[in-house]
């Protein structure tokens, strides 16, 4: 006969107690944090964070790398101790990207494919101009003009970039075979024109030294362009014939391991639905009707799934289950 179970009572009681003890852990978290000294960040929902932590990661490596080849290449050129290092990858959009830029500067246009879209590299007038002074043979004077580039200083320095576009296409070798090619040079950021004012740029930030004096470097790639090639460089590599033969050896393992594990199973009566004045008048020896057809079968289940069907029997002095077939199963 079914056990009826009756429901606490201090329904509202127990409600009551895990309120406050909810309220208690968030005011003893909000202390922790207020403790900590730490600030919340805001967060614009017109612009989501797309750049994971994996692909930052990813991108750091990458652009380290690509800095210490680049102050190699300056230190040749120049013949003189240069040093460059990231100081940061981010996310912008290319307007705000724009707006951080000098007036008059040296922006090199370039692409990268099969990288969609256009890049810029990004070096002040000064550090082009104490590059062409010290090329020349110069001092590479700390005070230069600031000016757009004749003909012979533009011809002097291409090379130099040249050579820094080479070093950044073997840097981005292990998101993506690039080819590098510089395009054309622009002096006004307002007239480069590379990507539209709310397309999200990928921005990496350089300190560069020539000559003791320090200099920001930037440089900007298309992030719907770079985006795609991240992915792909973060997905596993392919494995090897031995390592799919000890990943199929250990599922096969696992799963003659668990055919030997017992589960709870139980055989049901469909079930019968009763309103609250029937099981609340229940006594010994009622009689509940049941909902179950006595022609059709038990449900055999594990949890709240059903997998077989069964019929009820005994089996010498215990009670048993017949596994059958249902009509559906026999269709």
Do not use: W
Request: aromatic share 4%.
């Amino acid at each position: 006969m079914p056990q009826v179970h009756a429901a606490a009572a201090d329904t509202g009681l127990v409600t009551l107690l895990d309120s406050s003890r909810r309220t208690s852990y968030g005011d003893a978290r909000a202390r922790r944090r207020a403790g900590s000294g730490a600030e919340p960040t805001p967060y614009d929902f017109r612009r989501p964070i797309q750049l994971s932590r994996e692909h930052s990661r990813t991108l750091q490596v990458t652009l380290d790398s690509f800095a210490r080849q680049s102050a190699t290449v300056f230190t040749a050129a120049l013949r003189t101790v240069c040093t460059t290092q990231l100081l940061g990858v981010a996310q912008q959009q290319y307007a705000e990207y724009v707006d951080t830029l000098d007036p008059t500067t040296y922006l090199v246009k370039f692409s990268a494919e099969p990288i969609a879209g256009l890049g810029l590299l990004n070096l002040p007038l000064p550090a082009v101009m104490s590059t062409i002074d010290h090329m020349l043979g110069g001092p590479g004077a700390d005070e230069q003009p600031l000016r757009p580039l004749t003909d012979i200083e533009s011809a002097v320095v291409q090379s130099l970039l040249d050579r820094v576009l080479g070093e950044l296409q073997y840097s981005l070798a292990a998101i993506v075979e690039a080819d590098a090619q510089r395009i054309g040079v622009e002096y006004s950021p307002q007239l480069a024109q590379v990507a539209g004012p709310s397309d999200t740029m990928v921005v990496a930030s350089f300190d560069l030294v020539i000559k003791e004096r320090s200099h920001r470097v930037t440089l900007a790639l298309p992030f719907t362009g770079l985006h795609p090639h991240l992915v792909r460089s973060a997905a596993p590599s392919p494995v090897s014939s031995r390592e799919r033969d000890q990943r199929a050896l250990a599922a096969e393992q696992v799963d003659r391991r668990f055919r030997g594990v017992p589960v709870e199973a139980a055989v049901r009566f469909r079930p019968t639905r009763l309103d609250p004045d029937t099981l609340s008048s229940l006594a010994v020896g009622d009689v509940l009707r049941l909902s179950h057809p006595s022609t059709a079968p038990l449900d055999v289940m594990v949890g709240d799934t059903t997998f077989a069907h069964a019929t009820p029997g005994t089996h010498g002095t215990r009670l048993a289950a017949l596994v059958v077939s249902t009509s559906k199963e026999n269709a």
